[in-house]
């Protein structure tokens, strides 16, 4: 069967189901980082590829910037499980008639962000490639309890930090006719495409706290992450279009697409979780630790019923279509 | 600077000297693996990326071999601290008109080798790309004390385990017309470069018994590896070209070309250490724990002596052709 049609989840699922296991091994293949044994500490491993030409486009965003937010997805994948993120590894992929000040850039802008969260570079590997290729892992402190996709309940609480959309919108926008009015309001959305900020304080203390059941950072779109959620867990999900958290510069600029980017546009690196409707007052006075926004957007229900956006008049909207799929066309 | 004239070790050290620091941290950038602490444990850290068209050609490897190799590389360098393979991580860029069914042969040949050694598969990243790409990052547990490069002293003998050459002549002799008399040598050598065999009982050993005050791996050929134990431990070396391991085959297929690819060839993912000569008979009683064989091929000099190579009369050898450098031409 070709990858493009089996896609990027069936391709995952056919290597997990085949990966050789082994003693340490707490939460393997399937959640955003992994949890190992170390003798008697323990730590959250995960990794990211970008690549030219698939991730990112060199016409469209600085070296700097790409440094920074090849480190931050990897980061945002640490604060789903509720770790610190400790030590990091790139291997890079060079062209080598690249001159070494744009390689420079590109480690300014990892590095920057590395020392906002005392993140050590302890190694890697470089190599003369056609095009640039980022490889980046992760190594992060665990909470006591990592929270995993699969702790979802029916009945519970489903919750979004910061605002949705941005991202993708502002993505979309990079090569639209500026006017002088919305210019400052597209500059918003882009510095949250190319430099998104890792929700490590909201993950941690939702962790630490025991208050989030399920949790996942939104990378491929709200309902393609939620559905792994949903997955993991066993359950359906109700979300409230209405609730939706989004920024004065997506509401001015979305126009007639409404939520659409805010439901499927993916790389928004904010955290969707699940808890109990009893946690509501315990996560409303969160909201100063986690240093971000929380939102309530909805609800876990049975899986038959699988996951349904209500207007605000309470009827289902057609769904746009769902998030990335690296294989499928 | 292009990168072509800075070099891939002046890019190292470049990343090196600016990389931020972090607690946990005891050996970071520059040695075959990092060292961290996680709580009261740690872990050895290491990782390879490697890219069709650089690394490999389809055209002369299989993809189980590439599989089998991708983890065999990360595991020499787990085997060069003297620790034990624990977890791998696997990112791949795929084609996506690639069948399913060779991405199931690569995992096959990763697979095999990771269930050979008890290394667990617990993550990674999957992505359309123009071309294969791979990215392995290997945890391993560290021995109490791991073996880095810059131990070795004026007078430690200096050893290699295996035989040398035998990859880099094999992959020489790949397309050159096959008599029937050494068609059986070729493959031998061809089985060298494909499947090499990771040193992990050798080196576990060597750290154990705190018999190797210096080690690598020796994957861009003896003298260049050589030439970065010396240069971190501030030694020079003096190597004897006739007590260089090479196997039958090699002795049989290298010609004219004596000891070229045994000195400079690469990819050979022996282990190279040094040790104190007062420890020769310990080494000598070695063989059997290392489960292969473990030859004395020279001897720690002062620094400003560099690196030569003597032969049988004991004048210094012209050295061949410097190890690889990714992106010097």
Redesign the interface.
């Known amino acids: ?4 049609r ?1 896609g ?1 989840f069936g ?2 699922e ?2 997990r189901r ?8 707490r939460i ?2 399937g959640d955003d ?2 949890w ?8 959250l ?5 970008l ?1 030219e ?3 990112f486009d060199l016409k469209r965003t600085s070296l700097f910037a790409l440094g920074y937010k090849s480190l931050a997805v990897n980061l945002s994948d640490i604060a789903a499980m509720g770790g610190t993120p ?2 990091a ?1 790139l ?11 744009r ?2 850039e590109f ?1 300014r802008g990892f ?1 920057a962000l ?2 906002q969260y ?13 095009s640039i ?1 980022i ?1 980046v ?1 992760v ?1 992060g ?1 665990p909470p006591l309890r990592p929270v995993c996709r699969s702790g979802a309940k029916v009945g519970d609480d489903i919750y979004v930090t910061g605002t949705l959309g941005d991202s993708a919108l502002g993505f979309k926008l990079l090569h639209k006719k500026v006017t002088s009015t919305n210019r400052h309001s597209i500059a918003q959305l882009l510095e949250r495409h190319h430099k998104p900020t890792p929700r490590l304080a909201a993950g941690a203390v939702l962790a630490r706290r025991h208050l989030a059941t399920a949790m996942i950072d939104v990378s491929d779109g709200l309902l393609q992450d939620l559905g792994h959620i949903c997955g993991a867990s066993n359950t359906g999900a109700v979300i409230w279009n209405e609730q939706l958290p989004l920024s004065p510069a997506y509401r001015e600029l979305a126009g007639k697409e409404g939520t659409v980017y805010a439901l499927s546009g993916g790389e928004d690196y904010e955290l969707l979780f699940c808890a109990r409707p009893r946690h509501r007052k315990r996560i409303e006075k969160l909201k100063a630790f986690a240093q971000v926004k929380i939102t309530r957007i909805g609800s876990c229900v049975s899986a038959d019923r699988r996951i349904t956006v209500l207007d605000s008049g309470g009827k289902p909207l057609a769904l746009p279509i769902k998030g990335h799929d ?2 499928k ?1």
Chains 1, 2 share one sequence.
């Open positions: 069967m070709k990858l493009s089996l990027e391709l995952i056919r290597i085949r990966a050789p296991g082994g003693r340490g091994v393997g293949i980082a992994a190992v044994s170390h003798g008697s500490g323990s730590s491993i995960t990794a990211d590829l690549i030409g698939v991730h400790a030590y590894i291997s890079l992929g060079i062209p080598g008639n690249l001159d070494s000040k390689i420079d480690y590095n590395a020392k005392d993140v050590a570079l302890i190694g890697g590997d470089t190599n003369v490639a056609e290729i490889s892992c190594i402190h690296h294989f066309k």
